[in-house]
């Protein structure tokens, strides 16, 4: 018979005959975090460019002492649901400006991204409604899918001729269906055609979902994601996002023009069997909130710092995702090549996440950079050299 | 409308297209541990597979589907609920 370790065998092999030593680029051991964008790794100072930190916010010192201040008024943890001893008035507070932030009436916060996804996703849609997807959707909406029993359907990322095709075909369904897409696509960094996907929605009826987890405090004059930047918001049902990138904390949540949404709160399992974020990690997301509010500057860095990261690899000739935005993916041929880039530009003090297939499009591996606000110029053009160094190993090898 | 047989013809079609080079491809080869595809790949042909119907394959049937001609199963079944 076979033991319940045997299904992980031909994964865990595969892994070993990718990676023999450490650092590896899977689970890398951060050993120091000493800012927003360099730490130390394996012995080595590097700079951090695989971090979702886009605007730097993990060391603003407002964003700290507020967490200080909770962490001495209120304690370590809540220790408790949010429908038990777990809301405190910091949560709520949050929950209202977050509505306030996005101009809706209704906002609830989880305790992740992920569980934002499974607790508005999976509690909304039941066994007799669809959802219609993007392909390239993160697995968090995969998962939330999968646990309502609903019919589940893809389209072909980023093509809204594909979505409305699929809404044809499912005929008077269409009318509760949940379309959900992202505002910027957490692998290649490219942003959904969002007026297209609404118009699209307008057609054929529906609700549109969408995960602003990699938008937020990014896109949008006010910080608000793609469907302000697009000029949509009211065409939006729902918006999804998370603490853990842009506000450079932990927790998630969900807000919506219908105020129905505060009714999940008592149907919705990842919001009622979990214990809410401890009140350090609020106090922080609430400064962050502001300052992504009240400080546009940080997003023109951001993007100014996009900008040039992504052209300078163009101009090498990397083959890169199709525009330039706060992940800037760089597309290599084989796991191995993969590998051996990686170590390569840990060797010159760059640190960026390695992806490999099934978790990115089209089953290529890549080098997947976060920019962020706080990267100085010096910090791009170094990765950039980092970059151009190592362009050679891809030229002899090609791919795969 | 299509029978069975000519479903599966044309999803091996499709599988062709998907599947690594050299595969001993046939209607019962187990998608995943035999022929090696990963969930996205199989849910691409899922893709493939709705276009050429012109039916919708919710992914949720795909938990008790392994081979081409399970799957051929399920579509000749949506088309026939019509
Ligand atoms: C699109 C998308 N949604 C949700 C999440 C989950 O966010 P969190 O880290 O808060 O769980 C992520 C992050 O990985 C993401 O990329």
Known sequence: MMSLFDKFQSLSDARHALIQAEPSPIGTRIDEVLSPTEGRVDGRSVILAGTNNYLGLTFDPDCIAAAHDALDQEGTGTTGSRMANGSYVSHTRLEEELARFFARPSAVVFSTGYMANLGLIGTLAGADDVIVLDADCHASIYDACRLTGADIIRFRHNDAGDLEKRLRRLGERTANALIVVEGIYSMLGDQAPLREIVAVKRRHGGYLLVDEAHSLGVLGAHGRGLAEAEGVEADVDFVVGTFSKSLGAIGGFAVSHHPQLDMIRYASRPYIFTASPSPATIASVRVALDIVASRPALRRQLWANAERLYHGLARLGFELGPEPGPVVATLLGSPQQGVAFWHGLLERGVYVNLVLPPATPGGRALMRISVSAAHDTAQIDRIIAAFAALKPMLDHHGHE | ?82
């Open chain 2, 1 to 82: 409308m299509p029978q069975h047989e000519q479903i599966l013809e044309r999803l091996m079609a499709h599988l062709e297209r998907l599947a690594p080079p050299d595969s001993n491809l046939h209607p019962d080869i187990d998608l995943v541990s035999e022929l090696g595809l990963d969930s996205v790949k199989v849910m691409d042909l899922m893709l493939d597979a709705e276009d050429e119907f012109d039916i919708s394959v919710p992914l949720n049937i795909l938990a008790d589907i392994r081979t081409p001609n399970q799957l051929a199963q399920a579509i000749n079944k949506l088309l026939e609920s019509q």
